[in-house]
């Protein structure tokens, strides 16, 4: 492949690459851990909406520790999920780097 042909496809590749982290930055990602608490998280890790189960009610004050414990956990569960879709869908690209002789 000469040089041209060459940079041409990694100016290809590279727009997909940003268009493909477009993409997962603009998707919402929800998790819930125990069901009382619903995150909303886009694909930047912007926290969007946390959103409490209708009739949850706080009666002592270790509802209160449950319910922050619920945030952190869903939130995590929401930041793994961005991660392993942004492995996953980012993956081909490091092949295809990989794949290029002399580019590194």
Same mark, same amino acid.
């Given at each position: 492949m000469n040089q041209q042909a060459m940079l041409k496809k990694i100016k290809q590749m590279q727009k997909e690459m940003m268009d493909t982290q477009q993409e997962i930055e603009n998707t919402v990602f929800e998790a819930s851990v125990t069901g009382i608490v619903t995150v909303e998280v886009m694909g930047n890790k912007y926290l969007k909406k946390v959103i409490v189960e209708e009739g949850f009610e706080l009666e002592s004050p270790e509802d209160y520790e449950m319910l922050s414990d619920s945030i952190v %956990?869903?939130?995590?569960? %929401?930041?793994k999920d961005i991660e392993e879709v942004t492995e996953e869908r980012m993956a081909k690209f490091q092949m295809l780097l990989n794949g290029i002789p002399g580019l590194f």
């Amino acid at each position: 492949m000469n040089q041209q042909a060459m940079l041409k496809k990694i100016k290809q590749m590279q727009k997909e690459m940003m268009d493909t982290q477009q993409e997962i930055e603009n998707t919402v990602f929800e998790a819930s851990v125990t069901g009382i608490v619903t995150v909303e998280v886009m694909g930047n890790k912007y926290l969007k909406k946390v959103i409490v189960e209708e009739g949850f009610e706080l009666e002592s004050p270790e509802d209160y520790e449950m319910l922050s414990d619920s945030i952190v %956990a869903a939130c995590a569960k %929401a930041y793994k999920d961005i991660e392993e879709v942004t492995e996953e869908r980012m993956a081909k690209f490091q092949m295809l780097l990989n794949g290029i002789p002399g580019l590194f």
